[in-house]
């Protein structure tokens, strides 16, 4: 079954410094990644997604991710942290197994960024 | 954009009783909408997938006949809670695809933080 990792629990910076929220993935054949923001009591929010092409993708409110095939990782990026990007991140792989198909998304256990102003 | 409206956003319940969950789609068809759960500082955990017109279809090891899925229209699903104890406690969130390929995001809705006394 297709997971992914995210081994830091909260990850914090400084705002205006660069940001990395780490994932690494496990999956038989072609890895295809999500990541989502969620703010408290909220749903979550569609950030930028890797399925094929370039390694670097780039998503919304100014963040990317690099897609990394040796290292079977898929960190999410940001040149310069706000203090309103501080929220719950998670990294998703999309499962192909189960009667659900290729609708299936399985999710890490989350990573909570918090920018200090 | 696309956007998954959940109603009620929080709801107090006694034990024993049922409580409902609203999932709509507002500007958009959703024949596949997605049931999570989240504990506190975890994942989300796919509860069942709701298919328009068609039986829901649960995840190992959750309950079929305690959380009750319902998705009469395109536009609507509802999950039912039933019997519900403190144990049912915790966030539930909704999700749908829009009908653009495999790989297109999922837009999810605000959540339900239940809390059963």
């Known amino acids: 079954a297709q997971s992914v990792a995210q081994p830091e629990d909260q990850v914090n910076v400084a705002e205006g410094n660069p940001l990395t929220v780490k994932c690494t993935y496990s999956?038989?054949?072609?890895?295809?990644l999500f990541w989502y923001v969620q703010y408290p009591n909220r749903g979550l929010q569609f950030l930028l997604k890797?399925?094929?092409?370039?390694?670097l993708v780039k998503g919304s409110y100014g963040f990317e991710a690099e897609f990394n095939k040796s290292q079977t990782s898929f960190h999410l990026k940001k040149p310069s942290a706000l203090v309103s990007d501080s929220a719950l991140y998670f990294c998703?792989?999309?499962?192909?197994?189960?009667?659900?198909?290729?609708?299936?998304?399985?999710f890490g256990t989350g990573t909570r960024l918090l920018v200090s102003p | 954009g696309a956007v998954v409206s959940q109603h009620p956003s929080r709801v107090i319940c006694k034990s024993g009783t049922s409580v409902k969950i609203e999932c709509r789609s507002l500007?958009?068809?959703?024949?596949?909408m997605f049931w999570y759960r989240q504990f506190p500082k975890q994942s989300l955990m796919l509860m069942a997938t709701?298919?328009?017109?068609?039986?829901?279809?649960?995840e190992q090891g959750v309950e079929k006949d305690k959380f009750l899925i319902n998705h009469a229209s395109l536009t609507l699903s509802t999950l039912t809670v039933t019997s519900a104890h403190p144990e049912d406690s915790s966030f539930y969130i909704c999700?749908?695809?829009?009908?653009?390929?495999?790989?297109?995001?999922?837009?999810f809705g605000n959540g339900t933080r239940l809390t059963v006394t």
């Open positions: 999956v038989s054949g072609n890895p295809y």
């Open positions: 500007d958009f068809q959703a024949t596949t």
């Open positions: 890797y399925i094929t092409g370039d390694n």
């Open positions: 709701s298919n328009e017109g068609s039986k829901a279809t649960y």
């Open positions: 999700s749908a695809k829009t009908s653009g390929g495999d790989n297109s995001p999922l837009h």
């Open positions: 998703a792989v999309r499962d192909m197994g189960g009667e659900t198909g290729f609708q299936k998304l399985v």
